[in-house]
């Protein structure tokens, strides 16, 4: 029955239009960067490199595609968090809305059966809204912008990374991506089970992803002891596969933590449904 | 000898502070077309509701089938179909794909060849790759009984199924629910606001008023246990009332409207009282026994 309703899930989110919002604004905000990484992508690199460039000589392709692909994933992965949830937001209350899930909840199959089935549901939607990130970011823009060594800047400094050595680092870099966008997935199906229209728990996931953002980026010694533990905090993990050396604990505690806040929203969501009174 | 289908016992259901049901028990029998009466707000959405496991009683029981609802939920739904208020449906997948996105999860093997056979039983055939979007109202309630039998169900349960439909459509639902008790002997449990529609398609019933069940029996019976109002309309209203005055004076009788009048008496009283207006010279031009379940019920909430 599971799998049953799994398929109805499928069939539901491949008939509303809403599931490709997230599809077609994802593609043309990656055309956007495109355009103007081909426009104008020389004196955004130079603004990077320019502080090395005393000490350091430049050759070659450095605006490639592996290094735009890099530039994108860090634009959007702020922003891709809303078109998730625009579609697992309303996976349950648009059915309460909708008042279908009067219908689904008189069938012969257990709410726990209908929630796993909404989480399954998601975890596709989103592991389809990755790849279709990854396509983009990986086929289409190396195409553009062809191959070449990587440079990444970030906190420790400048890393140069080989033609040869950058594949599998995105490969993982995308998994840890996903868990993070699966997260949100998550936290807007589990707040789902709470409402009885769409808007609120799509309102409510970006106002705890801002907020928890908000407290993670605050240099205040009172939120240093529970930053760790905010999925937030874990969100942009997968930026660990472009240092060198990758420091494999932190990546694996944010996995820890990550799957943690995954299992905790699957668990309240399927105990509120099955205790919920449908009246509407 | 009955076959209980349903068995309620002293349910009860609170919302907050709010006491929605207090008290209700009631037995439904195999091949029943119950009827469930009661105002606006007695509980009988709420009672519905608990019977379909939407929402958990506070106290009290429901046993279908013989078996415990809150223990054996999925086995009792499994052959149980409903309509809760209105039918609501995926509005942007057609009127095909729900059903067989319901008929998936309600655990019945139906071929599009039965989704098919049901959308023409409901008089909607041609209309099954059609959006639900684009359909009336009666429509979808027409649908929603389709998605009621598709897993063919032994007990059918219909809160207000006629509600927001034209005359037309309110007399082809219920001639669908008598076609369900006449033709497949379905036990059907129907609540409703039309006491008309229960009148004539229900053979027991139940009235539940401010959360209680206050009555449960045959139609009939409850109905005829009532004195009779006879509704005479004659050539002269004010003498006919004196010459029955006279030959009958414990009678109440009363001049209605125009050249109608009203009496209330004992059944084996009304060819007597035509017998003696048409031998005093009247003309009778309609003579209407007004014993109806609409007074019945009144006089039950009102008491």
Sequence with gaps: MLLKNTYNEFIKIIAKPRSYIGLAVLTALILVILFAMKADGSSYISFVTSSFEQTLSFNGNILNGNLIAFIILQMLIVHIPLLVALVTGDLISGEAAMGTIRMLATKPISRTKIVLSKFIAGAVYTLILTIWLAFLALVVVKWMFGSGDMIVLNSNGLVILQESDIFWRYGCSFIVAYLALLTVSSLSICLSAFAENSIGPIVTTMGIIILFTIIGSLDVTVFDSIKKFLFTTHMASWRSFFEDPINLKDIWQSILILIVHNILFVVIAVLKFNKKDITS | ?303
């Excluded at chain 2, 089938?65 to 809150?70: C, D, P, R, V």
């Excluded at chain 2, 005093?280 to 609409?294: T, V």
């Design chain 2, 1 to 303: 000898m009955n076959e209980p289908i349903i068995e309620v016992k002293h349910l009860s259901k609170k919302f907050g502070n709010f006491e929605a049901v207090k008290d209700v028990s009631f037995t439904v029998n195999k091949g029943d077309v119950f009827g469930f009466l009661g105002p606006n707000g007695a509980g009988k959405s709420t009672t519905i509701r608990c019977l379909l496991s939407l929402i958990s009683p506070n106290a009290g029981s429901i046993a279908i089938f013989g078996k415990q609802l809150a223990s054996h939920r999925s086995q009792i739904l499994n052959n149980i179909g409903c309509i809760i208020e209105k039918p609501d449906f995926y509005r942007y997948l057609s009127a095909e794909k729900n059903l067989e996105i319901f008929a998936r999860i309600s655990g019945s093997d139906s071929t599009k060849k039965d989704i098919q056979e049901m959308l023409e039983f409901v008089g909607l055939d041609g209309r099954g790759k059609d959006k639900v979007k684009g359909f009336s109202h009666g429509m979808k309630q027409r649908l929603g009984i389709a998605q009621t039998l598709l897993h063919k169900p032994d007990l059918i349960i219909l809160d207000e199924p006629t509600t927001g439909l034209d005359p037309q459509g309110i007399i082809e639902v219920r001639n669908l629910i008598l076609r369900l008790k006449t033709e497949q002997n379905k036990t059907v449990v129907l609540s409703s606001h039309q006491l008309s529609e229960i009148e004539i398609i229900a053979n027991r019933m139940v009235i539940i008023n401010k959360g209680k069940s206050v009555i449960e029996g045959s139609v009939e019976s409850l109905v005829n246990e009532q004195e009779l109002l006879l509704q005479i309309e004659l050539s002269d209203a004010e003498n006919a009332i004196k010459v029955i005055g006279m030959e009958y004076p414990t009678l109440k009788v009363k001049h209605l409207y125009g050249s109608t009048i009203e009496i209330a008496l004992e059944k084996e009283l009304v060819p007597k009282i035509n017998y003696l207006l048409v031998n005093k010279g009247f003309e009778i031009h309609s003579l209407e026994p007004k014993r109806k379940l609409e007074d019945f019920f009144m006089k039950i909430i009102q008491e």
